[in-house]
């Protein structure tokens, strides 16, 4: 059974259609992107996953459960946890404290919200900025305590949306290596990117394609990117000699 199920799914905002007749699954701790310009419905097909929105037509599945509707405090505690594209931690907590908001959904002991904060730190190796205050840290580290608060909730499945933008080849691969890493903790995981595709082909199980709304293509990363269709709708004609 996959981890989680998206079938035929279809929104509307008054006549956009924002995500159009979407479908695919994800299996457990598979590495899964969503990929496509921006304005493809990525952000919407994360909203609607997590709760925040709901769809028009179709039905979502998380572990065999119709989450179609549910809230999102609700998909939280069943496993889903999720990125923000806009970075927003607490600046005036330290970076541990950012973190073990999300251990409290788990337990009510500020020392186990500590522990599990701490070592979610250092699988993100974050150790050295955990007493840091948040509004203090670049943004790639800012985009790591974004990752490391939505894994303190202890999730199955983590939705991760432009984890990599804005940072540099160099910082967006060195995140990659810790997020192709996230099977071995039992995590699967669902990136949305729009262009990043270097870090996409190095980690992907699979890739699903999507342009204003509609899913166009899915398959392998190394695939993916080759087709005509896909190169068309927004990769470029030297997409390849670019990127690959």
Known sequence: MPLLEVDRVSKRFGGLRAVSGASFSIGEKEIVFLVGPNGAGKTTLFNLITGFIHPDEG?????????TLITPN???????????QIVKPLGSLTVLENVMLGAFLHTASRARAAHDA????????????????????????????????????????????????????????????????????????VGGVEHVMRVVVSIANRVVVLDHGAQIAEGEPHDVVRMP?????????KFRERHL
């Open 59 to 67: 039905r979502i599945r998380f572990a065999g459960t119709d989450v």
């Open 118 to 189: 701490r070592e979610v730190l250092a699988y993100l190796r974050m150790e050295a900025v955990a007493a840091a205050t948040a509004r203090d840290l670049p943004l790639a580290m800012l985009k790591r305590l974004e990752i490391a608060r939505a894994l303190a909730t202890r999730p199955k499945l983590i939705l991760l949306d432009e984890v990599v933008s804005g940072l540099s080849t160099a910082e967006a691969m060195a995140l990659a290596a810790l997020l192709q890493k996230l099977p071995e903790r039992g995590v699967a995981a």
């Open 229 to 237: 269709a896909v190169v068309e709708a927004y990769l470029g004609a």
């Open 74 to 84: 609700r998909a939280a505690r069943l496993g889903i946890g999720r990125t923000f």
